[in-house]
Structures are given as structure tokens and as C-alpha cells.
């Protein structure tokens, strides 16, 4: 929920994305939890990340423990060690 208590939903099924879906159906099944907040992706005073590069760049340097991105799953060993 923003500041001014107004949110922006988003709704995933199988037929819209099946691979996001599928990340959310897990995370279900994992902690009972419907629902996921999906945040803006980018490092402070960067811009917002628009392609799969910048999105690699971002994980490489962030300190992010995966990343999903297309039909792969990458995780942070330094991170999750």
C-alpha cells in the first residue's frame, strides 16, 4: 500500500504468465502466503531497471539473493553462504 493508502494489484495466472505464476504458486506453498509484493527493481539513486542486462548488472551489484529472469534462476553464492 502507498503513502496515500491506494494500491496498484496485479493479477497472475497460468495463462498470463505461467513462469511467474508458477514463482508465486511456490512461494504459496512454501510460507501460506497468497500474495507477493513486487517492488521497484533498481539500486538507490539508479534508474529503474528495463532490460535483462541491466537487470544481471543490478544483481551482480545489488545485494539481491536471486534473480529470475526469463526461464532462469540465478542465485547469489555470496550472499545465501
Given at each position: 500500500v502507498h503513502i496515500d493508502?491506494?494500491?496498484?494489484?496485479?493479477i497472475v495466472n497460468k495463462e498470463s504468465n505461467l513462469?511467474?505464476?508458477?514463482i508465486?504458486?511456490?512461494y504459496y506453498n512454501i510460507t501460506g502466503t497468497a500474495v507477493?509484493?513486487?517492488t521497484s527493481f533498481n539500486?538507490?539513486?539508479?534508474?529503474?531497471?528495463?532490460?535483462?542486462?541491466?537487470a544481471i548488472k543490478t544483481f551482480l551489484e545489488g545485494k539481491l539473493d536471486y534473480l529470475a529472469i526469463d526461464k532462469y534462476l540465478l542465485k547469489n553464492?555470496?550472499?545465501?553462504?
Amino acid at each position: 500500500v502507498h503513502i496515500d493508502d491506494t494500491a496498484r494489484p496485479q493479477i497472475v495466472n497460468k495463462e498470463s504468465n505461467l513462469s511467474c505464476y508458477k514463482i508465486l504458486e511456490n512461494y504459496y506453498n512454501i510460507t501460506g502466503t497468497a500474495v507477493l509484493i513486487n517492488t521497484s527493481f533498481n539500486i538507490h539513486e539508479e534508474p529503474i531497471v528495463n532490460t535483462p542486462d541491466e537487470a544481471i548488472k543490478t544483481f551482480l551489484e545489488g545485494k539481491l539473493d536471486y534473480l529470475a529472469i526469463d526461464k532462469y534462476l540465478l542465485k547469489n553464492e555470496k550472499i545465501l553462504k
